[in-house]
């Protein structure tokens, strides 16, 4: 699999938050740069299925969800018969 290629970045970021990414890659034998990569796209991902989420929210508000009432008796009925 070929390697994807990359680009320099320059952010700013707190020294403290600097020191504490840098503790972590050292405690993971990782580079720096590939710990920020990492929780970039750990973050991404995160925000791509809130946005999956979101568009079936919208989905199932637009779709009749409530139970059929012959299955919800059949239902209420098997239950009482098991003790539920």
Sequence with gaps: MPRE????????IPVSLFDGADRLARRRGV????LYAE?????VDEDSESEVTRQLDELA???????????KE???RALARHGG
């Design 31 to 34: 580079p720096r740069s590939r």
């Design 61 to 71: 508000a637009e779709i009749d969800t409530s139970m059929d009432p012959v299955v």
């Design 74 to 76: 059949l239902q209420r």
């Design 5 to 12: 290629k990359t680009v320099k970045i320059t952010v700013s």
């Design 39 to 43: 929780a970039l796209q750990h973050y």
